[in-house]
């Protein structure tokens, strides 16, 4: 599971997909499950996370790469 988070924060670093999205192009059946998962690992929600990569301006412009 460590790698699919990992591709997961990349995600949510890049292009500012859904989270069903990223939760499917990472392996997780389940939004809600991807977002339990990420909160364990992190300690924070998905979107928690991109907010505050975007508000120390960490965030990849729009347009970045698509999930496979």
Do not use: Q
């Amino acid at each position: 599971a460590r790698g699919r988070l990992r591709e997961a924060e990349r995600l949510l670093t890049g292009a500012n997909h859904d989270m069903g999205r990223i939760a499917a192009a990472c392996g997780f059946g389940d939004s809600n499950y991807f977002a339990r998962c990420f909160k364990a690992a992190h300690g924070v929600t998905p979107t928690e996370w991109r907010k505050g990569r975007a508000n120390a301006g960490l965030t990849a412009p729009r347009g970045g790469t698509h999930p496979e």
